[in-house]
């Protein structure tokens, strides 16, 4: 299985994938974050807080790990080297796990510049160091339990299809749904006493409840829950294979 991780991220290593991806990332985050007049412009806050960048990557990561899963299982199918992939002596389940933790390192690695971000506000704040650090862990593990529903979510779309523009749609469509969707279907109030629990079946409202700073021991099943499930789904797709 680590033979397999490494080879996966040494695939998107030796390609542009990783180095766009990294890149996209900081500069989409750095213009809205420092450059552009938006509500997301730090300097603009007149604070010290890193909330802005909190709220963004998530959007950002909606584009960005659909685009680094696509390829996963559908790029094997087009070329017709899954076949030789599953004569490995490796299982079903070692095999996906290799895929998604290759493509969650990726994300790590995205994530790590980001810390400039804490630095630089860091030293702007006054006094020095008046910045709430504890809110900021938290959320940047936030982020990461979001980082990992949404590649569980691209692994499984790239499972179903051998075209990758076809897994990317299908993996921001999920993707986004499973941020948004279930906080605008509470919006409308259609449930009455259970619109509560229908917000609480989106990923926005654990992810926000981890940004406060406080890792809530349900907030860490849920994603664990939704990840799972989609990898799951990845294995059953793969088990049913005919190729």
């Known amino acids: 299985m680590f033979t397999l991780y490494k080879k996966e991220i040494a695939a998107f290593l030796n390609t542009m994938i990783a180095y766009v991806v990294i890149l996209v990332f900081l500069l989409i985050n750095g213009l809205f974050l420092w450059v552009l007049p938006t509500e997301y412009n730090i300097l603009n806050f007149g604070y010290a807080s890193l909330d802005s960048f909190f709220m963004l990557a998530p959007f950002v990561f909606l584009f960005l790990i659909?685009?680094?899963s696509m390829r996963l299982f559908s790029e094997e199918k087009k070329t017709g080297t899954i076949e030789l992939l599953f004569t490995r002596p490796l299982n079903d389940w070692q095999i996906i796990g290799a895929k998604y933790f290759a493509g969650l390192s990726?994300?790590?690695?995205?994530?790590?510049?980001s810390l400039i971000y804490v630095f630089t506000v860091y030293?702007?704040?006054?006094?020095?160091?008046?910045l709430d650090l504890g809110v900021i862990w938290g959320s940047?593990?936030?982020?990461?339990?979001?980082?990992?529903?949404?590649?569980?979510?691209?692994?499984?779309?790239?499972?179903i299809t051998d075209n990758?523009?076809?897994?990317?749609?299908?993996?921001?469509?999920?993707?986004?749904?499973?941020?948004?969707?279930?906080?605008?279907?509470?919006?409308?109030?259609?449930f009455d006493n259970f619109d509560l629990f229908v917000q609480s079946l989106g990923i926005q409202s654990h992810y926000s409840s981890i940004r406060r700073g406080?890792?809530?021991?349900?907030?860490?099943?849920y994603f664990i829950s939704l990840s799972g499930l989609f990898l799951l789904l990845t294995h059953t797709i793969l088990s049913r294979r005919k190729w």
Do not use: C, H, K
Request: avoid cysteine; proline fraction near 4%.
């Open 66 to 68: 659909p685009a680094i």
């Open 140 to 159: 940047y593990i936030g982020l990461l339990f979001l980082a990992a529903a949404f590649m569980a979510i691209g692994l499984f779309s790239s499972a």
């Open 214 to 221: 406080v890792i809530d021991l349900r907030d860490v099943i």
């Open 123 to 130: 030293w702007l704040s006054f006094p020095t160091g008046n």
């Open 106 to 113: 990726l994300v790590l690695i995205a994530l790590i510049p």
């Open 164 to 190: 990758q523009i076809i897994a990317f749609v299908i993996s921001i469509s999920l993707s986004a749904f499973a941020y948004l969707g279930f906080e605008i279907i509470y919006s409308l109030d259609l």
